[in-house]
């Protein structure tokens, strides 16, 4: 058992310290607009989480799923997530998808949380989906907007290419909520998102978008009156296009 463990701030905490980190995680995570807003596109009871990390989502998911599957490419992580986020419900597992031989149609659902830009080669993940999914099944994707107010602000105000070289001269300066990060190889929109998911052979269900309102709208306007949830979904609709995340949920034909 490691003495000390280590998380994405690059700090090391003792076990007891990391238990505290992985509660605070949590509470986070029930709280996030993005994960709100995935979970209540989940369907069915049995749910692979592929690229589950310390197993955060994979948790909560446990709470309504009563099968969880939940894959991680970092032995390290999926280690963690064994000693701090396990639940009879979740069978956790290290390794690389194409090599575990899941079987056909296995999963009423598979949630793919802030991945998708990270891979070489979405195409080849989209084919495995589909072959894994149940007729009817659903794929629930999370990926940072690549024209969210973030990155509109970005463009102005980095305009020359002389000030954008210099802001991505190390990946402290990337903001972490955005699809500018050093270590994301695509940055997607939804059209082309879901044009991508539909010509790989997904039929469309639902999108919304999530994370950071601009500006700290929706805070300031509660604390100073201005508006409430009313006035919000007035404004979701006009803002929703240039929120921080898009969160995507296709379905697996049910004749394939």
């Known amino acids: 058992m490691a003495d000390y463990y280590s998380y994405n701030?690059?700090?090391?905490?003792?076990?007891?310290?990391?238990?505290?980190?992985?509660?605070?995680?949590?509470?986070?995570?029930?709280?996030?607009?993005?994960?709100?807003?995935?979970?209540?596109?989940?369907?069915?009871?049995?749910?692979?989480?592929?690229?589950?990390?310390?197993?955060?989502?994979?948790?909560?998911?446990?709470?309504?799923?009563?099968?969880?599957?939940?894959?991680?490419?970092?032995?390290?992580?999926?280690?963690?997530?064994?000693?701090?986020?396990?639940?009879?419900?979740?069978d956790y597992k290290y390794g690389d998808i194409f090599e575990m031989n899941l079987a056909d149609n296995e999963f009423d659902s598979i949630v793919f949380l802030e991945v998708l830009e990270h891979v070489s080669e979405p195409e080849r993940f989209l084919k495995e989906f589909l072959r894994i999914l149940k007729p009817g099944g659903s794929l629930i994707i999370s990926t940072p907007n690549a024209l969210s107010y973030i990155n509109i602000l970005y463009n102005l105000f980095f305009f020359s290419k002389k000030k954008r070289l210099r802001h991505i001269d190390s990946l402290s300066s990337e903001h972490r909520n955005t699809g500018t990060q050093l270590d994301h190889i695509y940055s997607w929109d939804f059209r082309t998102l879901l044009r991508y998911l539909l010509r790989s052979g997904f039929e469309y269900s639902d999108h919304h978008f999530a994370g950071a309102y601009p500006f700290g709208i929706r805070i300031a306007g509660r604390r100073l009156n201005i508006f409430g949830r009313k006035e919000m979904r007035f404004l979701l609709p006009i803002l929703g296009p240039y929120l921080t995340t898009i969160v995507v949920k296709v379905k697996k034909p049910c004749d394939v």
Do not use: P, W
Not at 37 to 44: Q, R, W, Y
């Open 9 to 90: 701030d690059g700090k090391k905490y003792t076990r007891l310290e990391f238990e505290q980190l992985v509660a605070q995680l949590l509470n986070q995570a029930r709280n996030d607009s993005r994960i709100l807003t995935a979970l209540k596109m989940v369907e069915g009871k049995k749910v692979l989480d592929l690229g589950c990390h310390i197993g955060i989502f994979s948790n909560i998911l446990a709470e309504n799923a009563k099968d969880v599957v939940a894959i991680d490419s970092l032995q390290e992580e999926i280690e963690k997530a064994r000693i701090f986020n396990q639940r009879a419900e979740i």
